[in-house]
């Protein structure tokens, strides 16, 4: 998971969790081993990989 965040940083990406909820947005920052940030128009937020359960790009 952390190469393709790195790989694709900047990019408009869509993540669903597995609560079910979907964030839309690019990804801004990845911290080694932990998660990554994605930024929408109102804000910047942390998603721990181990909540990841899709991940695509758009």
């Known amino acids: 998971m952390e190469p393709f965040a ?3 940083m ?3 990406i869509m993540v669903r969790d597995r ?3 979907r964030r839309i947005g690019m990804i801004d920052g990845v911290v080694p081993g932990r ?4 930024r929408n128009r ?3 937020e942390f ?3 181990f909540l990841i ?3 695509f790009l758009i």
């Open 6 to 8: 790195m790989r694709n």
């Open 10 to 12: 900047g990019r408009r």
């Open 19 to 21: 609560m079910g909820r």
């Open 35 to 38: 998660g990554m940030f994605i």
């Open 42 to 44: 109102f804000r910047r």
């Open 47 to 49: 998603i721990p990989f």
């Open 53 to 55: 359960a899709t991940l």
